[in-house]
């Protein structure tokens, strides 16, 4: 399994940032897969997931701070989630982790909320909202 996000940088309080997560390596949509973020001294907390297909544990997983704000999506053709991160603030600043493990039961919420249920990261991209 491999994955490898890009599409951090820089941004005003009020912008937009689009991360992508190109995966490799495994059947990428029998999979759970997701974003994770890690701020200074800070546990890794799950900001959103979506689920493998829809008929198997789709849909999809917001953490209650960036609902209305972030949108994940996961393109099956081409092996790649996306993250439209818009209406960014200070405190969305960390590093951004991709993150999947197959999912047998659990769906989006049940492995967003528990990161250590996820067996496969990516190296992670930073994200800074500063004016």
């Known amino acids: 399994v491999q994955l490898v996000e890009s599409g951090g940088g820089v941004v005003q309080p009020g912008g937009s940032l689009r991360l992508s997560c190109a995966a490799s390596g495994f059947t990428f949509d029998s999979y759970v897969i997701g974003w994770f973020r890690q701020a200074p001294g800070k546990e890794r907390e799950g900001v959103s997931c979506?689920?493998?297909?829809?008929?198997?544990?789709?849909?999809?997983y917001y953490a209650d701070s960036v609902k209305g704000r972030f949108t994940i999506s996961r393109d099956n053709a081409k092996n790649t989630v996306y993250l439209q991160m818009n209406s960014l603030k200070p405190e969305d600043t960390a590093v951004y982790y991709c993150?999947?493990?197959?999912?047998?039961?659990?769906?989006?919420?049940?492995?967003?909320?528990?990161?250590?249920?996820?067996?496969?990261w990516g190296q992670g991209t930073q994200v800074t909202v500063s004016s």
């Open positions: 979506v689920g493998a297909t829809p008929d198997n544990f789709g849909g999809t």
């Open positions: 993150a999947t493990e197959r999912d047998f039961s659990g769906g989006p919420r049940y492995y967003c909320t528990g990161p250590k249920r996820l067996s496969s």
